[in-house]
């Protein structure tokens, strides 16, 4: 066993009191909750023996915009900004397999682009999740691919078809995923997770959508019957996707323990979710009740939060809360993956920047808020990495730690969700010993761009001294250890 060492962090400086930061949106701390210690430092300690969820990884959706990403030339700097710079580990393609609807194309030659430059930006391969939003129009109901709320039918129109007896056609719709998964392997292309139904508990309004319920009733096809149709249509199929699932719309109303009746459960690998829930970004601890829920409905399957963005954030709003909605993903509810919606959005130039990580006008690019958010959890994870026990002193720093398979590696990321600046220690991380050290830190300054900070790389550790972590900023620290531990 390595022993117990105390690091302390580099001092920077502390962002002076000129800068503006909406505060308005932020409930007001519980200070029966918050305790300060008398010496006036929050205190973080790391307990490396205990362990929690194994990560997936993080992401995004090139669901869209698949063309314009692949538009760029492939010497083209938003590559390695997208891939190796954001520290990707998922990328999630929507299935575009068997198309019907007019000016919706099956063509997936920019999906197979984006893959082999990721692939050369990261050094490998990324992972792949494939998600359906809808089958064919031949396999729905309305015989169209998108929905239309004007319909007064809408959720049995955007729904499976019935066959001349009057039976869902599980069996055709299990035979397209296998076609699909044939179609998309031509094309170099070999998801590693399938999701049957993109928000299988969402019917939208003008675009691609198919409605379940958890198990079948007169009008409305079951998920856990066609998920069992696709896990027996794929048995055959090597390699076949891990299949992951419902992928609904939110987690309002206990929606996960609801689909995830007894014959789902055993055929998912993962549970998977959005966060679509109101504005419930804006206060990001609003989530927390219904994530413990999801915790427990989940349970042992590993937890995938497959879809969210800042919706209405108006490209002023948004970055910093979030790294808090991730955070309290990975710390509270114990996600294993976390995927952002866009990787990219496109738009023209007189079109406020939404719904993405990097966005697109043109042939320029800009990274987002949501974008830096991303990398200070992406950008040193991998794959494999667990999460262990992270202590603080003061409820207003939030920190999680991850630690590489070989201990080789300890990556923390601590935010400061409170108003005030604060000094902050790491004291201890029990059985990781480290010789080497990187700090990185984004400051969001909302309405204040001028005073905004970037990923700005703060160096390594230095002895007695700590970090300035100003209100709403986000660091990563990460620790290299000098001999891994042989496991």
Known sequence: MNDIKPFVWGTVAVLTASCSLDMSRYPTPDASVTTVPSDGIVHLSIDTNTKYQTLEGFGAAVAWYAENLAGFPSDSPINNLAFRDLGLDILRFRNRYGRQDPNNSSDITAEAQILQRATVSLGHAPKVLLSSWSPPGSLKASGLENCRNSDPNNKTNCTLAKDASGAFVYDQFAAYFVSALSYYANAGIKPDYLSIQNESNFVPNGWEGCYFLPSESADFPGYDKALSAVQAALAPVSPSPKIIGPESYSLSNNVLDTFLVPSTRSALYGSAHHLYQSNYWRNPDSYLPSMTDAANAATPLPLFETEFDTAGDGNITGGFETAWVMHNSLAVEGVSAFLYWGLVWSGGPSQTPSGSLIWLSGNQFSPRDQYYSMRHFARFTDPGYVRVDTQSSNSDIRASAYLAPDTSQLTIVILNVGFSNAQVILDATNNFAASASEVY???????????????????????????????????????????????
């Open 441 to 487: 830190r984004t400051i969001f300054r909302t309405g204040d761009a001028g005073t905004s900070e970037y990923w700005t790389s703060l160096g390594g550790l230095s002895s007695n001294q700590s970090l300035t972590l100003p209100s709403h900023s986000v660091a990563t620290l990460v620790l290299h250890s000098e001999t891994p531990d042989a496991q």
